[in-house]
């Protein structure tokens, strides 16, 4: 089995609202692959799919070689869950919470007792085990709920936004838990994120998801290496006519791809320290002023810029 | 619910015949969270106790009017209040389900190879079991009140039975309601709407021959009736089995046609995810 997810032309919509609109795309076999976009992108609804939670209107899927809507039960088997929301049951314990979970899999008493302590002392939860998980800070009731996915040591992993909410320390610990896990038990996992630090820190391959579709796919050097230079990015101190230093900057040698968002202008060049004077002239010649202008060299939020337009901040605000 | 079709191959062969399992470890669980909080239990049983003891007391001359045949209120009252209490407990089941999916445990519960019917089964085994406890809790303590049961132990075994069929098709009804409008404001709206009616439209605390001839009509068809009568029949001296039995089959239609419905209502979820 070369792939173990496999997506092909699926389409989901909700009333009016088309969810999905032909979302293909495909996992290899024990890595981690990441499904970027912002909020209402379609990850959550790809990913209620490929659990069997919900079907699609049209299109086909696999999850480890098995179609997710002929043989739901054998799929659920074979994959692990964890969802936006934190779901451990707080008036339990860590360790019931394992226990129940791994019981609903008709794991054995042994081994299931087994793998709980393994998953326990793996997430550094062994101390709080038997604490109802009420007390447990935002962090540890992630990882317990990451642990319960884990319990029947399943071959394809979700997350769907695992590190929303957590703050920053308790972020970069469950990065290392997820690229660890990968490394450790063979997993494939599947991960959405609108953090595009997380999917440039986790993921082997990506896919950036916009309005139901998948717009750009590979690794994410790849997919920044096609971009193919440097991005200066202009902020406007004045009030002058945007349309007017978009044209200004248009005309600088080499400029390309400019855009505007807010009083920011961008624009592509190959290389960025030898264009900012240039540009800098530019705008100054055109009677515009220049608060900032950094350079940077390409990052997924370019790559996002480029696929569909819109800068991720846009959209994620 | 659906039988599972059981697949080939060595993982598949573990989630057969899972759904007692899995109804035994929903039920486990429940009862280990109340036994840990036992100040739960102790609310749980305020209100059947302000029934039976404050009604009891108020209405004690309620007796003298003609309909009562001049029987005692509280040996009157005692099966009333073991039903109101599972109408009211049941209508409040749904509220589980709704936290469940507020916190997302339903939608990942579902993802898992969890038979559907065992979420349903383990509400029900939890909720008929804590009503047995508060069934026996009231009759003791109604007992102590001077409550007297002609009808002995069977009488008492048919009064359990009967608010346990009866706890069975609330919580459907209330798990269904739960599932299918998913906020706690409406569930609990709509059950109240429904449980208050369904009470004062029966015999649980008025003898129906003190009643208006239209409620008497109506009660007849009130499954909250039917438990009233089959328990009152069964714990008096000289029961009717034949009224008892009627009854109890009714309730345990009425039942089954709920936990069926609350069952596609899950699917009616799923669906719309």
Not at chain 1, 132 to 158: C, E, N, W
Not at chain 2, 56 to 75: C, H, K, M, S, W
Request: proline residues 4%; charged residues 20%; contains cysteine.
């Amino acid at each position: 089995m070369h792939h173990a997810i496999q997506a092909e032309r699926l389409v989901k919509t909700y009333g009016k609202v088309r969810a999905l609109d032909g979302l293909s795309f495909e996992v290899p076999t024990g890595t981690i692959f990441g499904l970027l976009g912002p909020n209402g992108a379609g990850k959550s609804t790809a990913v209620r799919i490929l659990t069997t939670l919900s079907r699609p209107d049209d299109g086909t899927a696999t999850v480890a070689g098995l179609d997710v809507m002929r043989s739901q039960d054998q799929v659920r088997l074979a994959i692990g869950c964890v969802t936006q929301k934190i779901s451990v049951d707080p008036a339990t314990t860590g360790r019931e919470n394992l226990v129940l979970h791994g019981a609903l899999y008709g794991l054995p008493r042994r081994d299931l007792r087994r793998r709980t302590d393994e998953l326990l002392a793996r997430f550094g939860l062994a101390e709080a085990a038997d604490r109802p998980a009420r007390t447990y800070s935002g962090g540890m009731q992630r990882k317990l709920d990451v642990a319960m996915g884990l319990i029947h040591r399943p071959r394809v992993l979700f997350l769907d936004e695992p590190t929303t909410g957590l703050d920053p320390e308790a972020r970069a610990a469950l990065w290392a838990e997820i690229a660890g896990l990968a490394a450790d038990e063979g997993l494939t996992i599947l991960l959405t994120t609108h953090y595009l630090e997380e999917a440039d820190r986790l993921a082997a391959t990506l896919a950036i998801v916009d309005r139901g579709r998948v717009v750009a796919a590979g690794s994410p050097d790849a997919l920044k290496n096609e971009l193919r230079g440097d991005a200066i990015v202009a902020d406007l101190a004045g009030t002058e006519s945007l349309a007017e230093a978009e044209r200004a900057l248009g005309r600088v040698p080499g400029a390309r791809e400019v855009t505007v968002s807010g009083r920011r202008l961008r624009a592509r060049v190959d290389d960025g320290a030898a264009a900012v004077p240039l540009v800098l002239a530019a705008l100054d010649a055109a009677g515009v002023r220049v608060g900032a202008i950094t350079v940077a060299r390409p990052s997924l939020d370019d790559v996002y810029l480029r696929h569909t337009g819109r800068t991720f901040e846009e959209e994620a605000a | 619910m659906t039988t599972m079709t059981v697949p080939r191959g060595g993982t598949a062969v573990r989630a057969k015949g899972s759904l007692l399992a899995h109804s035994w470890h929903f039920t486990a669980q429940s009862v280990k969270v109340l036994w840990r909080q036992p100040v739960y239990m102790l609310f749980m049983l305020v209100q059947p106790m302000i029934w039976l003891l404050m009604f009891g007391q108020l209405f004690q001359r309620v007796v003298e009017l003609p309909g009562f045949a001049g029987i005692n209120y509280t040996d009157f009252l005692v099966p009333g209040v073991v039903v109101m209490n599972a109408i009211f407990t049941g209508a409040w089941s749904g509220v589980a389900f709704v936290e469940m999916m507020e916190r997302g445990i339903m939608d990942r519960m579902l993802t898992t190879p969890v038979r559907r019917g065992a979420i349903i089964i383990g509400s029900l085994a939890y909720h008929g079991l804590s009503l047995l406890v508060q069934g026996v809790i009231v009759i003791t303590v109604g007992r102590l009140a001077g409550a007297d049961y002609p009808g002995g132990p069977s009488g008492i075994l048919v009064t359990l039975l009967a608010s346990t069929l009866l706890i069975a098709a609330f919580c459907s009804m209330s798990n269904a309601f739960g599932l299918l409008l998913r906020t706690r404001e409406a569930l609990i709206g709509l059950s109240q709407f429904l449980t208050l009616p369904l009470m004062f439209l029966s015999s649980a605390i008025m003898a129906q021959q003190a009643a208006p001839d239209w409620i008497r009509t109506l009660s007849a068809y009130n499954p909250v009736d039917w438990a009233v009568v089959a328990s009152r029949e069964a714990l008096s001296a000289s029961p009717d089995w034949g009224t008892v039995w009627g009854r109890l089959g009714a309730l345990a239609a009425v039942a089954l046609v709920l936990g069926y419905l609350g069952t596609r209502a899950f699917g009616s979820y799923q669906k719309s995810l």
